[in-house]
């Protein structure tokens, strides 16, 4: 445990990629397997849960420590993370001479869910009498999750194909889909060189780098394919060994979420890979993204909601057929593919190709581009037709264009301290627009877009101008204005605005703007009218 | 009709109406009794000034050399109006002192900034009975307990050493008066020549001729040769790290001693290589130590977890009420330099190195511990 403590706070303290790097491959080089294994499973956000209460949990560190539960609380927004927080709050009366490892740690962790609430708590306690203050830290992060380090899944695939001497895109493509550290060896998963893959790992995902400059340099239109960029879940649909696999994005096998795209295990071939967007779908064309929100986390997929917020798959490339790996094949190669298995399977409204966009001109295609929205699309993707398809964030041969976000401008109302590398900076804002009778109306909250010296700024000004205190939030004056950027809007009756944005974020500081210069609501609903 | 308090907090200091003297003003005055020579507790423009005789070099170079000071030892008592008032080591940097105040068989300590944990450089920390205890709060929630010296010093001395083995410079952080002495003090000296910053510099050759056992310096200048910082230790002030002068350092490793150090967050924000939880302030735990050590029936809790620390006092069955004064809060000191960096941009801070005009090198790049 202390090497992979070290890891941790190693890796936490550098924000230099090639650092990190050298950092987990010097610990793939000199970790057991076991514990090597183990560290992958909580890089690659694999982390086990142990059913534990983090309320409880926190009762028992506050006990531990005889301090009240609201001084506790106190600390915890000073410090902005649990697991730290109870690391430091915590008496140094222990014997820190624990020589278990990280394996052992997670054997002894997963004895938790059997246990009592009692005995969970003696368990706990016993572990942190034990651990040092970082040990102690990083045990919580096992225990309790959020397991941020800054590290990508890009860099652990680096490192740990320069520790084992492998191509990185062979190592990316192992450390995918369904494992257990349990029942899997270092070995096996990522040594082995024979083909005992198993049937519904995915392929790393090919990801495009937003669009520089204009699109007609990308040279001769005639190289290129253009699509609608979706707004959706992006997905593969694998179909092996009689099985049918579907993979989002974040890696989670959501295939039991989609029951519309069930059929597709009676029609495609065995062997077969799609990689394509996942929308909501209703009377032949797509829907806004919060009609498919309305169903994501569900855990009952009712009839209601099935018949309120539909989905379809929209193909857009091939990367296995007959099981044999394609990703090799150019893009017009793959797409005459992914169009003859189309082709081959009975017609359904819930499987189709995204349409390829006929344009000669790049000036036809910056036409079509303002048309986005009312395609329910959020801009283009423009792809090489000689790409190969590649592994993860490549630049080059897949673009996307965006289209730009809905903004508005709006006054900075309540703040909060963030959480990590923001602790004790008021990182996190809500802000309001301006009501029928004068008075801000809180719409959205934001926590990213300002440069760190502007977070500096704005956290010196929050400071000197809290109106009210409730719990960690501030209520501050009114002053500053910021322009908000949103992907989409819609009515909500959760929110006192009667509105959602999605993905609000900050544009920019508005410095030449006065609180009484910011958008109203009466602005807001303008937007929601035309966007909804 | 009760008795007005002895000490009150009229919004510009902590002040005594009987005596008509000023606790650590942060208005000009007529009588200004300072606890220690940092700048948010000795400021500029008093007529008459009152410290322990350790802060006198300190005092002079930064409000100074003309002021009106009359200085006294530890425990040594002066009268005033009828008010007996004497200074006891506080711990917290050269010349630091609580302020005794006694009158009519009531005493009043009011401390300033202190520590209980000897430093070997600031005369330790000593316990004064009293009624009334005015404490600092600035590292006032439980999750601030310091790790003994010794292992921080140590974890410097490693990390020298290795930045040594690997050919890299040693750039040290840390507030020029206080906890620069007690690193000098404190690790061990690896190399004979060890450099810092004009206001470290001149703060030392001031300590230095007033009779205190500390190293010699070496000034960084702009001619000083670039390859002689191979290997060395380099000491300077919180601020450089966002100045053109670090540079000159590279390759170079980068660390601060601050107690604030001890979160993760406040560490990745400075963006250094290495932060050493050090800080010449109590922790949480004495923090209680001495308020109960104190004796008082009733506590005020200045800058800091004001709220938070009286919440806990009142919890635990001791009077505490919370009392805004302009003080440290280490927290907010730090936020404003950093944001004055920002204006100042890094020219000006070129010329602060360069001209070494030694009141505003050492005032303005040290601001508040």
Redesign the interface.
């Known amino acids: 445990m202390k090497q992979f403590a070290e890891l941790f706070m190693n890796l936490?303290?550098?924000?230099k990629t090639n650092a990190k790097v050298e950092l987990m491959k010097q610990y793939f080089l000199s970790a057991s397997d076991e514990d090597k294994l183990w560290a992958l499973t909580l890089f690659t956000g694999r982390r086990p849960s142990f059913k534990v209460n983090r309320t409880q949990v926190k009762e028992w560190a506050a006990q531990e420590?005889d301090?009240?539960m609201?001084?506790f609380q106190?600390?915890y927004h000073?410090?902005?993370?649990l697991g730290?927080?109870i690391s430091?709050?915590l008496p140094?009366s222990g014997t820190f001479d624990s020589d278990k490892t990280l394996t052992d740690w997670f054997y002894y962790l997963g004895l938790l869910p059997g246990m009592t609430d009692e005995e969970k708590r003696d368990h706990i306690l016993q572990a942190w009498m034990q651990l040092s203050q970082h040990e102690t830290f990083v045990f919580n992060k096992l225990l309790m999750g959020s397991f941020r380090i800054g590290v990508s899944q890009t860099l652990v695939v680096r490192a740990l194909a320069e520790a084992t001497e492998t191509d990185p895109n062979v190592i990316a493509h192992r450390v995918m889909g369904q494992w257990d550290p349990k029942d899997t060896t270092f070995e096996q998963l990522i040594l082995d060189k024979g083909e005992n893959d198993n049937a519904s790992r995915p392929y790393p995902f090919f990801l495009a780098y937003p669009i520089e400059g204009d699109v007609s340099d990308l040279g001769d239109p005639a190289d290129w394919f253009a699509e609608w960029k979706w707004d959706g879940i992006r997905s593969q649909i694998i179909y092996r060994n009689n099985e049918l696999f579907i993979w989002t994005r974040g890696e989670e096998l959501s295939t039991e979420k989609f029951p519309e795209l069930h059929f597709l295990a009676d029609v495609l071939p065995n062997g077969t890979v799609l990689d394509g967007e996942i929308v909501s779908y209703m009377d032949d064309k797509p829907m806004p993204f919060n009609v498919l929100q309305t169903r994501i986390g569900r855990k009952n997929l009712s009839k209601k909601v099935l018949q309120e917020a539909p989905v379809a798959f929209l193909a857009y490339d091939i990367l296995e057929t007959n099981g044999v790996d394609l990703r090799g094949l150019t893009q017009e190669q793959r797409r005459a593919e992914l169009e003859l298995v189309h082709q081959n399977v009975p017609e359904q409204y819930t499987f189709n190709l995204s349409p390829l966009i006929d344009f000669q001109k790049w000036e036809v295609l910056h036409e079509l581009h303002g048309l986005s929205r009312q395609n329910i699309a959020e801009g283009f993707m423009i792809k090489r037709k000689s790409a190969t398809y590649q592994v993860g964030r490549k630049k080059g041969d897949w673009w996307k264009w965006k289209i730009n976000p809905l903004s508005i401008d709006a006054v900075l109302i309540y703040a909060q301290k963030?959480?990590?590398?923001?602790?004790?900076?008021f990182t996190d804002y809500t802000f309001a627009v301006w009501g029928e009778d004068g008075k801000l109306v809180p719409f959205a909250k934001a926590y990213s877009g300002l440069t760190?010296?502007e977070i500096?700024?704005v956290?010196?000004f929050i400071?000197r101008n809290v109106v009210e205190k409730f719990g960690p939030v501030r209520t501050v004056k009114p002053e500053l204005v910021f322009e908000i950027g949103f992907e989409g809007i819609n009515e909500s009756s959760r929110h006192k605005s009667g509105i959602a944005v999605r993905f609000p974020r900050i544009l920019r500081w508005r410095k030449d703007k006065k609180a009484e210069e910011a958008d109203t609501l009466d602005a807001l609903k303008g937007i929601l009218e035309v966007y909804k | 009709m009760p008795a007005q308090p002895l000490l009150q907090f009229t919004g510009k200091s902590i002040y005594c109406t009987v005596a008509d003297a000023h606790i650590d003003p942060w208005i000009p005055v007529d009588k200004a009794i300072i606890t220690h020579a940092h700048s948010d507790h000795a400021r500029w423009g008093s007529k008459h000034y009152l410290a322990h005789k350790d802060s006198e070099p300190i005092l002079r170079l930064r409000l100074g050399p003309d002021i009106s000071l009359q200085t006294v030892e530890y425990g040594e008592k002066f009268v005033i109006n009828g008010v007996t008032f004497s200074l006891h080591p506080a711990g917290h940097i050269i010349g630091s002192a609580q302020v005794r105040v006694e009158y009519k068989g009531e005493v009043w300590v009011a401390s300033g900034d202190y520590k209980l944990e000897d430093d070997h450089v600031a005369v330790p920390f000593e316990p004064v009975k009293c009624n009334v205890f005015i404490t600092e709060s600035t590292f006032g929630?439980?999750?601030?307990?310091w790790q003994p010296q010794q292992e921080i010093f140590s974890e410097i001395d490693n990390w020298w050493a290795q930045n040594k083995s690997e050919g890299k410079a040693s750039v040290l952080m840390g507030y020029s008066l206080g906890k620069m002495q007690r690193i000098l003090k404190n690790i061990q000296l690896q190399d004979d020549i060890i450099y810092a910053h004009g206001a470290i510099f001149t703060l030392n050759e001031r300590l230095r001729a007033a009779g205190f056992d500390l190293p010699e310096l070496t000034l960084v200048t702009r001619e000083t040769d670039r390859k002689l910082f191979k290997g060395s230790l380099i000491l300077a002030p919180p601020s450089v790290d966002s100045s053109t002068w670090i540079r000159k350092f590279n390759p170079y490793s980068l660390g601060y001693c601050s107690g604030?150090m001890?979160?993760?967050?406040?560490?990745?924000?400075r963006?250094v290589?290495?932060g050493f939880v050090l800080s010449d302030h109590v922790d949480w735990p004495d923090l209680n130590r001495a308020v109960k050590e104190s004796e008082a029936e009733k506590v005020y809790v200045t800058h800091g977890?004001t709220s938070?620390f009286s919440?806990?006092l009142n919890?635990n069955g001791i009077e505490a009420g919370e009392v805004h004064t302009m003080y440290g809060n280490e927290?907010?000191s730090e936020?404003?330099e950093?944001?004055q960096d920002?204006s100042a941009g890094q020219e000006s801070y070129e010329e602060h190195k360069e001209s070494l005009d030694e009141d505003t090198v050492s005032h303005s790049t040290d601001r508040a511990l």
Do not use: F, H
């Open positions: 936490d303290r550098t924000n420590a301090i009240p609201w001084l106190e600390s000073s410090v902005g993370d730290e927080t430091l709050i140094r963030g959480s990590g590398r923001r602790a004790e900076l760190d010296v500096g700024q956290d010196y400071k | 929630l439980p999750i601030y307990k604030w001890a979160l993760r967050g406040a560490k990745n924000r963006a290589d290495q977890y938070i919440r806990w919890e927290d907010e936020e404003e950093a944001v920002i």
